[in-house]
């Protein structure tokens, strides 16, 4: 059939748990690749250019800005952050599903400028758990959990600008709920429309 | 989350085995159910009411055509064919996925008629295997494959109007890829948003 990976943005709120799905996902190094963000910040100690970020000048990034060549990006600090699309264009003609873990605001932008990618919320089962979840890591300060409860709040507001919503529950569920959504989405007529040409050029 | 089931459309070319596609996916009882259709025709010896059809007079299958009460519908020796949505619409309700195993011109119609239906298209893996099919059976004359091969690849070609392409190559994959299309679909944003709104109550 279609030989090439999904555009996969798991996205959700903050404390979420999104980074352990991910991690889990990931143990199928066949199946799965994570996206390599591009910075103009300058790498630290031990960071590698291609593995942990690529390193750009400010102008190399405003050409990729300018030349559509950037999914999403941000500033911060002063620094430019992004997703570059050629890189996850490459990724998925190996066949290999990329993952692009990624913040809200992000991830409505690359709803937006990869309209085949396959964009999954996470939820917490309840904003009880969530709290816990912040609070547990007892961390931070009242306030400062308050404040993260708020933006959380905001951005499951926006959860229904996703393709699908999935429950972080528990784990093994969640990870074979994003297992079953990447099945399914490889048989949509989007994918399977070169799978129909074949068929019928033997007619 | 939602409880509700789901409308399934499923359909593909003559000989393609839909048939025994349906009757596996009927063993599990629990979820799902098969669409009962409406007729004008009279009921055969041993035929019941509201199992095998709904017998309506012509008058009353009219009265639904006109208050869009049928999802699809057909004339055949003079007398209608239709699928009723009041009957899917209870059924869905009851949390089971309705499945309307239909031909290609009543399922593109169902598509527009009814836009949550699950629109599923089932492909044999080539037109030889769907040929070896239709010779199998041994009933019919050479004309009569090749007038039937010439329907199939019509409606081969209406394929990408659906939502998903399954290929019927073995009698299990397929039921399983059908099985994954409807734990994906239930994730799907459109049947999540009741959950997403349950969760933000609590604010």
């Known amino acids: 059939m279609n030989k090439e990976g999904l555009v996969l943005v798991i996205s959700g709120p903050s404390g979420v748990g999104k980074g352990t799905v991910v991690k889990e996902l990931l143990k199928s190094q066949d199946e799965f690749a994570v996206s390599v963000s591009a910075t103009t910040r300058n790498p630290r100690e031990g960071e590698q250019h291609g593995k942990d970020y690529f390193f750009l000048k400010k102008d190399e990034f405003v050409d990729l800005i300018n030349n559509d060549k950037v999914l999403e990006y941000a500033t911060y600090c ?15 003609q190996t066949g290999k599903n990329i993952i692009l873990e990624i913040e809200v605001q992000g991830a409505l932008q690359v709803i937006k400028s990869c309209p085949n990618a396959v964009s999954i919320f996470i939820m917490p089962q309840t904003l009880a758990v969530l709290q816990d979840r912040l609070t547990g890591r007892g961390t931070e300060t009242n306030d400062v ?18 393709n699908y919503v999935v429950v972080n529950d528990s784990l093994d569920d969640c990870v074979n709920d994003i297992k079953q959504i990447i099945k399914a989405e490889k048989l949509r007529t989007i994918r399977m429309e070169n799978f129909v040409k074949e068929v019928l050029s033997n007619v």
Chains 1, 2 share one sequence.
């Open 78 to 92: 002063d620094n430019y952050y992004g997703t570059p699309r050629d890189y996850v264009e490459q990724t998925i």
């Open 145 to 162: 959990i308050a404040k993260r409860m708020h933006t959380a709040i905001g951005e499951i507001k926006q959860a229904t600008k996703y």
